[in-house]
């Protein structure tokens, strides 16, 4: 199992990014999926999940900002982040839930 996040970068705050984990060796839409963020200083936290049924959930910090998100055809998982913080700095994650299967990260900015 292969998990690969590409789409952070510097963002200024207001602003938007979509971030990208596409996924080999497992199908997407027969897990539950999330991504999570690690602050610097701060432990590692569930922000996104979306179940194999498609119901999704996200943490107080990013509702109604983020989205979470699958595609067939491509097997990855997506975050839509809008309205984007300097809070929201951080190396974004994305999981499969309940394994140690964990992409190797993107570093997200948010700073003017």
């Known amino acids: 199992v292969q998990l690969v996040e590409s789409g952070g970068g510097l963002v200024q705050p207001g602003g938007s990014l979509r971030l990208s984990c596409k996924a080999s060796g497992i199908f997407v839409f027969i897990k539950t999926m999330a991504w999570y963020r690690q602050a610097p200083g701060k432990e590692r936290e569930l922000i996104a999940q979306?179940?194999?049924?498609?119901?999704?959930n996200y943490a107080d910090s990013v509702k109604g900002r983020f989205s979470i998100s699958r595609d067939h055809s491509e097997n990855a998982v997506y975050l839509q982040m809008n309205s984007l913080k300097p809070e929201d700095t951080a190396v974004y994650y994305c999981?499969?839930?309940?394994?140690?299967?964990w992409g190797q990260g993107t570093q997200v900015t948010v700073s003017a």
């Open positions: 979306v179940t194999d049924e498609g119901n999704t």
């Open positions: 999981r499969v839930m309940s394994t140690n299967y």
